[in-house]
């Protein structure tokens, strides 16, 4: 399971945070692994759900954005190469299908600003809705993954925004107190007209 947050300051900054997880029946495989992805200078990707198609999206985006691509040309870029992803995983796996339909093999969001228009948002991509890009540019507070309801109450109550960061990388810890599905190393990045500034926290193995 994951978590990924995103939150939007217009035409400033977008900052998108993501954990980096890995359980398998309530075991926990891996702390480390990278589910944030900084495709340019100012367009970062997390993306989670069934791991070795989670690489192949990401392997084929990266392949195909630079700093020229415009943000409609990245939405079909993602878009299109979810779709032939998807598709890879239940060509691999029908069963799994008939259990649970309309699983999606992919839960993608990216944060970018656009130094055409010098507006700064976030695109999600779901399966639901053969993966057409969502596009925000208004004030905004995403929340994909795991414990959604709690990360909202949090902060909506807990949350100081003269200090968006230490107040980020706090969510993340409160939820992990409350789950073990989300942990291990939070990636955050914050993007505006200078670039992508990262940072990192790893949370306690006692939860």
């Not at 998807?86 to 069963?95: I, S, V």
């Not at 990388?169 to 409160?174: E, H, S």
Request: net charge negative.
């Amino acid at each position: 399971m994951s978590l990924c947050v995103a939150l939007n300051n217009p035409s400033n900054f977008v900052i998108i945070a993501g954990d980096g997880r890995i359980s398998k029946g309530g075991v926990i495989v891996r702390d480390d692994r990278r589910k944030m992805t900084k495709l340019t200078e100012h367009i970062s990707i997390f993306i989670s759900g069934a791991q070795d198609y989670c690489e192949q999206l990401r392997s084929m985006v990266a392949a195909q954005v630079n700093e020229r691509t415009c943000i409609q040309e990245l939405g079909l870029i993602v878009q299109k190469a979810s779709i032939e992803v998807q598709e890879r995983f239940e060509e691999d796996y029908p069963d799994y299908l008939e259990v649970m339909p309309g699983f999606g093999a992919l839960a993608t969001v990216i944060a970018y600003y656009d130094k055409t228009t010098n507006e700064s948002g976030a695109l999600e991509f779901c399966v639901t809705d053969g993966f057409r890009p969502n596009d925000s540019r208004d004030s905004i507070l995403k929340v994909r993954g795991v414990e959604r309801e709690k990360v909202f109450a949090y902060m909506g109550s807990q949350f100081d925004p003269s200090n968006i960061i230490e107040g980020v990388f706090g969510t993340f810890k409160y939820i992990n107190s409350q789950t073990d599905d989300v942990g291990g190393t939070i990636t955050l990045h914050v993007i505006s007209a200078k670039g992508t500034d990262a940072y990192e926290w790893r949370t306690s193995n006692e939860s």
